[in-house]
Nanobody, 121 residues
């Protein structure tokens, strides 16, 4: 069984910072891309940032320059440092990982349970 567990969400004022963390655990042979997505009620889940196993990163335009994604392959963790937060960043943030459970396995996508980020004064 594979689990992705997020932490670090909460309430922050505009201009503030938060760091989200996600740890993958269970029977895991290897992890390809990891990323963060977010969703607000009534809208589709959108990509925020992704990082490959080699460290290549991409961001949605609305967060580029404010958010930084990083990962620790040995610890199977991915983090999202969010600076200069805006009210429009309010959403449930989900961790995602494309991983293989066994060496013969193809990569499958796994999701965390989500963590709420609220940016409000």
């Amino acid at each position: 069984q594979v689990q992705l567990v997020e932490s670090g969400g909460g309430l922050v004022q505009p201009g503030g910072s938060l760091t989200l963390s996600c740890t993958a655990s269970g029977s895991i042979w290897g992890i390809n891309d990891m990323g963060w997505y977010r969703q607000v009620p009534g809208k589709e889940r959108e990509l925020v940032a992704r990082i490959t196993s080699g460290g290549r990163k991409n961001y949605v335009d609305s967060v580029r320059g404010r958010f930084t994604i990083s990962r620790d392959n040995a610890k199977k963790t991915v983090a999202l440092q969010m600076n200069n937060l805006k009210p429009e960043d309010t959403a449930v943030y989900y961790c995602n990982a494309d991983l293989m459970r066994y060496y013969w396995d193809s990569a499958n996508s796994y999701w965390g349970q989500g963590t709420q980020v609220t940016v409000s004064s």
